[in-house]
């Protein structure tokens, strides 16, 4: 999914903006945003082992579409 800011999508602006950046601190963004990444799995997984067991397949299902959802970005 793209989402547009006038001509210009939102990752090509970012990208426009990364280039500009000098290669320290392209580490800093790529290791915040593999934080990123790493973090919203590991909340994932603690919920996800936290309810193991006490939800009927139906409701685990519903849960991970919801958990599913939570990870998207909505602009």
Request: net charge negative.
């Amino acid at each position: 999914m793209r989402c547009k800011v006038g001509e210009v999508s939102v990752i090509e602006s970012i990208l426009k903006d990364l280039q500009t950046l000098p290669a320290p601190k392209l580490v800093e963004v790529a290791r915040y945003v593999h934080g990123l990444s790493e973090t919203a799995q590991k909340e994932r997984l603690s919920l996800l082992r936290q309810t193991h067991g006490a939800l009927s397949e139906e409701d685990g299902d519903v849960f991970e579409q919801a958990l599913t959802g939570a990870r998207r970005v909505e602009l």
